[in-house]
């Protein structure tokens, strides 16, 4: 018949609780020209100033290896979520990634000072489908390991303020 229905997009989401209110988490996340302390792998860097700095208009450039990938800012909530694309740079169509917050209460019951849930999406459609299974893996494990950096990262600052506290 000639038609090929398009590819379904695919979807990589990770939630995580970090130890750290939202301001501090949102300091992190937002701020591109510091990504490259906890993304495994590669460098950031601001090309393009948009609203607020790091907000919409942004165009951040994302260095790995040879790869160097055009990121812009699309939508923003200051201090509870950012939409952004891929423009340009890695063998995807229609990436696009949100990166969501929301406060969780301190829990007295279990010591526990307050903290964040963080939820990173990223939905994108492979530019050659056979490959989708293992850029939805590749993808995955990227986030994984950021996460996990973030999570460290932010664990220390908590226990510096707490000894400078003391």
């Known amino acids: 018949m000639g038609f090929a229905p398009a590819a379904p997009d695919l979807v990589v989401e990770r939630t995580i609780t970090l130890p750290a209110p939202m301001d501090a988490v949102w300091r992190h996340v937002a ?7 906890w993304w495994p792998d590669a460098s950031f860097e601001l090309s393009t100033e948009g609203e607020d700095v790091n907000g919409p208009g942004a165009v951040r450039l994302v260095r790995s290896g040879r790869r160097v990938l055009d990121e812009q800012v699309v939508g923003w909530e200051r201090g ?5 694309r891929l423009r340009a740079g890695a063998p995807l169509r ?8 929301r406060a969780l209460a301190p829990s007295a019951r279990a010591a526990m000072p307050a903290s964040t849930s963080l939820t990173w999406r990223i939905r994108f459609r492979p530019r050659f489908p056979a490959t989708g ?5 590749v993808i995955a ?8 950096n973030l999570e460290d990262l932010l664990r220390r600052e908590s ?8």
């Not at 591109?32 to 302390?37: F, T």
């Not at 229609?94 to 917050?101: M, Q």
């Not at 299974?133 to 893996?137: H, K, T």
């Open 80 to 84: 509870r979520r950012m939409d952004y």
């Open 159 to 166: 226990e510096r303020v707490q000894r400078g506290a003391t």
């Open 133 to 137: 299974w293992l850029l939805r893996l």
């Open 31 to 37: 701020d591109h020209a510091s990504m490259g302390a």
């Open 94 to 101: 229609y990436h696009f990634g949100r990166v969501e917050l």
């Open 141 to 148: 494990r990227m986030l994984r390991r950021a996460l996990f």
